[in-house]
């Protein structure tokens, strides 16, 4: 009811997803360029449409009653960003104990422009021993793509050009408040 619901929304907005999901019941979903509020919108009801459960990090200073409660229900997971590598462990070990976990994250890490991404997410799929996804959401296209594994080797410099290659062509919403897909100290790929 809810994936129907999600899928009718987005077509009456103008919208579609595009989705090959992989078979793996773990892994660090990632999407980007992250430059508005609404990105959370568009995607939610896109992988709503598509059937895809997942859970997501926020600040936790906006778990506030009652929407903690809500963004809890929805999948949310509060994050206290002032605990890095304490939130980090914390999530390895939640794949370690579930049988099923889909973490969507927002490398970027902010909706203003960033000058490079955070390599949490790469960290975390590496030391759980998950695949990366990448995930996409397309203003120009009015699309949210979601698809392309990533198995991390380890080498962050060299898979961080496969993962610049998926996002070349994607546009956010507001176009000059995103960065390049790059790692800090490297001039972009």
């Not at 927002?106 to 960290?123: H, V």
């Not at 975390?124 to 996409?136: C, I, M, Q, T, Y």
């Amino acid at each position: 009811m809810l994936a129907r619901l999600s899928t009718l929304i987005l077509h009456l907005l103008g919208w579609k997803t595009k989705a090959e999901l992989p078979q793996f019941k773990k892994y660090v979903l990632i999407g980007a360029p992250h430059t508005s509020n609404w990105d959370f919108v568009y995607t939610m009801l896109g992988l709503s449409s598509i059937g895809l459960r997942f859970n997501w990090a926020m600040k936790h200073t906006l778990f506030f009653w009652p929407l903690g409660h809500f963004f809890r229900a929805i999948g949310g997971i509060p994050v206290d960003r002032s605990r890095g590598s304490a939130f980090l462990k914390s999530i390895i070990e939640l794949f370690h104990q579930r049988d099923r976990l889909i973490l969507a994250i927002s490398p970027e890490g902010t909706r203003d422009r960033a000058e490079y991404w955070k390599t949490g997410f790469y960290l975390l799929a590496v030391k759980a021993g998950v695949p990366v996804v990448l995930g996409a959401i397309d203003y120009s296209r009015k699309e949210i793509t979601v698809g392309q594994v990533l198995l991390p080797s380890g080498n962050i410099d060299q898979d961080m050009q496969v993962i610049a290659e998926f996002y070349a062509d994607k546009t956010g919403r507001h176009p000059e408040l995103q960065g390049p897909v790059a790692l800090k100290n490297k001039t972009g790929y």
